[in-house]
């Protein structure tokens, strides 16, 4: 099932809204995608869709429906086993591949603890050959950004679960990436840390202009964060359905405890219902 290309906002908006509209050609496009392990498991089954510039889309699903799998081989980290995976708006470098822009959050922090966190966030830039000395107003940038900035010469055994995360967050943005995946970044903090990380996040949304991609298995994470949500049933993992969010950003508070916002968790539960009673397959 295709993407829908909707305009994500009724314009004008507040200045940090999102743009107007979106383009015509989608940033990335994925067109039958599918996913078999060496043991025949088959992760996942048929994927179309299309996302466009400027969305916050998040994947929904329960666990083992493939969600991950999908953002690994968004990021060149996995191989579908068929279909293509294209980046319409993007160059191509000498051996054929899309420069992608990525940044990329994982579940756990993986931060490096005998490194301090200014250079946890550092080492893609050092990876990428550039010396400390020239991008260290980048650094303490970034940091700043998700609130780290006392935090710079502290070790991640002295950071508390979600400054860890702020930190993971932070070594993604320094590279200044076009596309953010983001998988299950808040799944194990508590929830009022995940309440506030969720705030941040929507703020380096706007600020940035990013295209977030954003895995979770939560209806009422997706439903505040998302311009877009898109259902996948259980393994195999297939779109279900796809909902727009028509709610302006910025969001906050009030939003939460809106009838627009319960409506639409309403609807996203149903359709994760529905997504499941039509899988023929437990999910793990």
């Known amino acids: 099932m295709k993407g829908n290309v909707v305009p994500m906002f009724d314009p004008p908006g507040p200045p940090d809204q999102k ?3 979106a383009p015509a050609r989608p940033l990335l496009r994925l067109t039958g995608i599918s996913k078999t392990y060496a043991n025949n498991t088959v992760a996942l089954e048929g994927v179309d869709l299309d996302i466009r510039p400027g969305e916050f889309l998040t994947l929904l ?3 083992g429906c493939g969600k991950s799998t999908l953002l690994k081989m968004i990021a060149g980290l996995a191989a579908p086993s068929t279909g293509t995976i294209d980046w319409p708006q993007s160059s191509y470098d000498a051996l054929g591949e899309p420069d992608r822009l990525l940044g990329f959050v994982f579940q756990e922090p ?7 966190v200014f250079d946890n966030v550092y080492l893609p830039l050092k990876l990428a050959g550039q010396r400390k000395a020239a991008v260290r107003e980048r650094i303490m940038e970034v940091l700043a950004q998700v609130g780290l900035t006392r935090f710079a010469n502290a070790y991640p055994r002295e950071l508390s679960g ?3 995360m702020r930190v993971s967050i932070a070594r993604a943005l320094v590279t200044n990436p076009r596309v953010l995946l983001m998988d299950e970044p808040f799944a194990a903090l508590d929830e009022i840390t995940r309440t506030k990380l969720n705030n941040d996040l929507l703020k380096l949304f706007a600020k940035q202009n990013l295209t977030v991609i954003f895995v979770t298995h939560s209806v009422y994470e997706s439903v505040y964060l998302s311009s877009r949500i898109v259902v996948m049933s259980a393994r195999p993992g297939r779109v279900s359905s796809d909902m727009t969010i028509d709610a302006p950003y910025p969001r906050d508070e009030e939003f939460r405890t809106s009838t627009i916002y319960n ?3 309403r609807r996203a539960s ?3 219902r529905q997504a499941m009673a039509e899988s023929p397959e437990e999910p793990e």
């Open 263 to 265: 409506d639409y968790c």
């Open 19 to 21: 743009p107007e509209g």
């Open 61 to 63: 699903g329960p666990s």
């Open 162 to 164: 979600g400054m860890k």
């Open 110 to 116: 993986t931060l490096l603890p005998w490194r301090t």
């Open 270 to 272: 149903e359709a994760l």
